[in-house]
């Protein structure tokens, strides 16, 4: 398989060939989870999945307590974006292997471990009694009970709260983020030979093809499970070369290149796969990735990542700043002129 089939196969998987639509809980359900650290960025990563079907908006509605969408602590110890009915069994799956790093950290920003454990309480507590709340709003409960929430162990303490009570972050009133417990009415429950096995169906659907490296990488899980799941699924798998495997009733890709589209920053299309090199050109991978744990947004044409962008909101007016890496060709600036104009419409804005 070369380079460039790689590349159309797995833009093709991530809804950017032919581009996925449907509304943002569709979207989200394909591709499993979506980095959500950057609330802005990861509605961006739909809307580039769906030009002209949806609006910022209505992935707020979507996030609304109660509602298809919601965000929480799950792989890799990040934020993500999942639909509901997804987040119990993948915390089920995800927890157990953050909590002692999570720990860990509190140890080494002087919260004890029964300070912890309060905290816990007085989160679950709070959110039953008066949720949904903002982060703010826990740490003054917590801070009023005599629990250090300095720097960063607010943040790693409702973290640790989140994932103990099935917290998780939604929408409320004013459209900022707040905590609220999970009003799943029957959490998706499975054991975990079975969740890991979901796991890797669900994953390799957005990701294929691929390794189980790979997954191991993006769930944050060890090798082993990630081979476990793939081997309980392996009647459903066709091997590729380069120890790559796919769903085996994949359809193959849409003829013709991927058309120029503009990524967000954190952009599912980067972060499936330990090695970008199918996607980002080796001479400019410091340029997408700096370090620090920043992943640029990206511009992108036929699948490969062409520039990097930029975004100023000022009067109503959204000016979108494209840096290519070399000239771009008159199809790709129009398409990427074009791409700009529907994030505005996205973001309610008008094209500057």
């Known amino acids: 398989m070369t380079v460039a089939q790689l590349r159309a196969r797995r833009a093709a998987a991530q809804g950017l060939h032919p581009a996925a639509g449907g509304p943002p809980e569709a979207i989200v359900g394909r591709l499993l989870a979506v980095q959500a650290q950057d609330l802005r960025a990861a509605r961006l990563a739909l809307r580039a999945r769906a030009p002209d079907a949806f609006r910022a908006e209505d992935v707020d509605a979507a996030l609304r307590d109660g509602g298809p969408l919601v965000v929480a602590w799950l792989m890799r110890s990040t934020l993500h974006l999942v639909r509901r009915e997804d987040h119990a069994w993948l915390l089920a799956l995800t927890a157990p292997t953050q909590e002692a790093g999570t720990r860990r950290r509190l140890g080494q920003l002087g919260v004890s471990p029964d300070a912890a454990e309060r905290a816990v309480a007085i989160v679950e507590r709070a959110l039953a009694d008066e949720g949904p709340l903002p982060r703010a709003a826990l740490a003054d409960r917590m801070a009023a009970k005599g629990i250090p929430t300095e720097g960063q162990a607010t943040p790693h303490l409702i973290a640790l709260a ?86 085996a009733d994949r359809d193959e890709p849409p003829r013709g290149r991927a058309p120029a589209r503009l990524l967000p920053a954190f952009d599912p299309y980067l972060l499936g796969w330990r090695d970008r090199g199918f996607a980002v050109p080796r001479d400019h991978a410091h340029d997408v990735h700096p370090g620090g744990g920043i992943l640029r947004a990206v511009a992108t044409d036929g699948g490969r990542v062409v520039g990097t962008w930029t975004a100023r909101r000022r009067g109503g007016r959204l000016a979108v700043a494209v840096s290519p890496f070399a000239r771009l060709s008159a199809r790709a600036a129009r398409a990427l002129e074009r791409d700009a104009a529907d994030v505005a419409r996205f973001e309610g804005l008008e094209p500057a």
């Open 162 to 247: 989140a994932r103990r009570v099935g917290a998780v972050l939604v929408v409320a009133d004013g459209d900022e983020p707040a905590f609220a417990l999970s009003r799943e009415r029957a959490p998706r429950r499975m054991d975990r030979d079975a969740a890991l096995a979901e796991l890797a169906r669900r994953w390799l659907t957005a990701h294929g093809p691929a390794t189980d490296a790979d997954l191991a990488a993006w769930a944050g899980l060890p090798l082993r499970d990630a081979r476990a799941g793939l081997a309980a699924i392996s009647r459903e798998l066709r091997e590729e070369d380069r120890d790559l495997v796919d769903l």
